[in-house]
T-cell receptor, first 111, second 114 residues
Framework: QQQVKQSPQSLIVQKGGISIINCAYE??????FPWYQQFPGKGPALLIA?????SEKKEGRFTISFNKSAKQFSLHIMDSQPGDSATYFC??????????FGKGTKLSVKP | DTGVSQDPRHKITKRGQNVTFRCDPI?????LYWYRQTLGQGPEFLTY????????KSRLLSDRFSAERPKGSFSTLEIQRTEQGDSAMYLC????????????FGAGTRLSVL
């Protein structure tokens, strides 16, 4: 049973454009929703995170929008740059602190 | 502080052999997690430790897998009688309980079972 569904699987955006990645979760016990960025050959690195009592969080060019009633959240990358090309994972935090990841979105930003 | 370190980075083995991976967490972190990531998928939780105690194991962790964290510092993950289906990236992460719940990941050990 996949507890976090992520879309799209891949995304191509022009430099300067907005990248949007969506996630939906099933487990209402999740109380923390991080986004991780992973480059080839590297481990995932925390990008930004949100708790369900907040509807939006912005850090620089990265914004999480959170809809608790719909059990959905999304990542917006403004002014996308070629250096943002990576795989992005949304996640929920399980009862033991373990991360439940989505399947990932491979983002390519074209110059 | 050099972050989470994993060794080796790559391991090629023949089916049926045993392999062991090591993870050195960030020094003050008391939680350590193991995940497995296959191509095109997100990491999947395997097990975690708080200090030296192994507190949870995923159903993915078959009897051929064993993990230890003997002194609450580094951890090892052993796979016995490896199978081709074990080929994956094995990731280790650490965090500080009572901190910001941030898990910091190592670069992983890529296992290829021939």
């Amino acid at each position: 049973q996949q507890q976090v569904k992520q879309s799209p699987q891949s995304l191509i955006v022009q430099k300067g454009g907005i990248s949007i990645i969506n996630c939906a979760y099933e487990n209402t016990a999740f109380d923390y929703f991080p986004w991780y960025q992973q480059f080839p050959g590297k481990g995932p690195a925390l990008l930004i995170a949100i708790r369900p009592d907040v509807s939006e969080k912005k850090e620089g060019r990265f914004t999480i929008s959170f809809n608790k009633s719909a059990k959905q959240f999304s990542l917006h990358i403004m002014d996308s740059q070629p250096g943002d090309s990576a795989t992005y994972f949304c996640a929920g935090v399980g009862s033991q602190g373990n991360l439940i990841f989505g399947k990932g979105t491979k983002l390519s930003v074209k110059p | 502080d050099t972050g989470v370190s994993q060794d080796p980075r790559h391991k090629i083995t023949k089916r049926g052999q045993n392999v062991t991976f090591r993870c050195d967490p960030i020094s003050e972190h008391n939680r350590l997690y193991w995940y497995r990531q296959t191509l095109g998928q997100g990491p999947e939780f395997l097990t975690y430790f708080q200090n030296e105690a192994q507190l949870e194991k995923s159903r993915l962790l078959s009897d051929r897998f064993s993990a230890e964290r003997p002194k609450g510092s580094f951890s090892t993950l052993e796979i016995q009688r490896t199978e081709q289906g074990d080929s994956a990236m094995y990731l280790c992460a650490s965090s500080l309980v009572g901190g910001k719940d941030i898990q910091y990941f190592g670069a992983g050990t890529r296992l290829s079972v021939l």
